[in-house]
């Protein structure tokens, strides 16, 4: 599992090429410097550990553990396949990750302060009629009577609500910028704004969505093909014809009007 410290920046806004919107959640990953490598023959297990961020005040047994190679804030400890592929002071940054890779994210929840059950465990509370007067959002009976005795536990109550350790899977890399060392998330992360965050390899890769215009193309073609069929019916098949007709008409009637007032004259003369 490949693995890198970030710091949460907040929410935004991208468009894709498609031009669909995307929130995503901005990261800065890295860069991450590896302090100490840990192998199966020394320390049990394969592991490398990560120093990531800095701060002003480091004491000499840390010091002397980084290695002196910066005054980090965060040293977070990271599983690895084969820990012989990492050395001591290399630098793990956002390049690392490309577009399409599905990462699992793990973070702090934000804090919430002591919350009652309505709100913490999504209680319904109790009767507001029928003589209840103020136990309306009272958790109700918490113990079990003489057996066992006592509260199990686990049982849902009141407390500290939030401030936990969560883990989101299946988040997309929507884009990396190794030049800013900046990660672009789709979805939410886990924590407050500025809150450490670790994103993990899951070894997926989602390919990214394309554009695709096929459909203008097909109607772009299709559309003079049928205007020129149109065209040729109406110039050869109406057009001639009409014209034909009208003068075919005309060389017919006119000359059947002007004979008949000279066969009328001629047979008046010959009765007289």
Known sequence: MEAILGRKLGMTQVFAANGEAHGVTVV????????????????????????????????DAQRG?????????????????????????????????????????????????FAGGIKRHHFHGGPKTHGQSDKHRSPGSIGSGTTPGRVRKGLRMAGHMGDERVTVKNLTIFEANATRSLLLIEGSV??????????????????????????????????????????????????????????????????VAEAEPEAAEETKEDEA
């Open 65 to 113: 553990h980084f290695k002196r190679l910066g005054d980090f804030r965060f040293v977070r400890e990271v599983r690895v396949d084969d820990a012989s592929a990492y050395t001591v002071g290399q630098t793990l940054a956002a390049d690392m990750f490309a577009p399409g890779e599905v990462v699992d994210v793990v973070g702090i929840s934000k804090g919430r302060g």
């Open 190 to 255: 886990p924590g407050s704004i500025g809150g450490l965050v670790r994103i993990a390899k899951t070894g997926v890769t989602t390919p990214p969505k394309a554009p695709a215009p096929v459909e203008p193309e097909a109607v772009e073609e299709e559309e003079p093909v049928a205007a020129a069929e149109e065209v040729v019916e109406e110039t050869v098949a109406e057009e001639p014809v009409a014209e034909a007709e009208a003068p075919v008409a005309e060389a017919a009637e006119e000359p």
């Open 28 to 59: 800065e990953a890295g860069p991450c410097v590896v302090v100490q490598v840990k192998t199966v023959a020394r320390d049990g297990y394969e592991a490398i550990q990560l120093g990531f961020g800095s701060r002003k005040k480091v004491n």
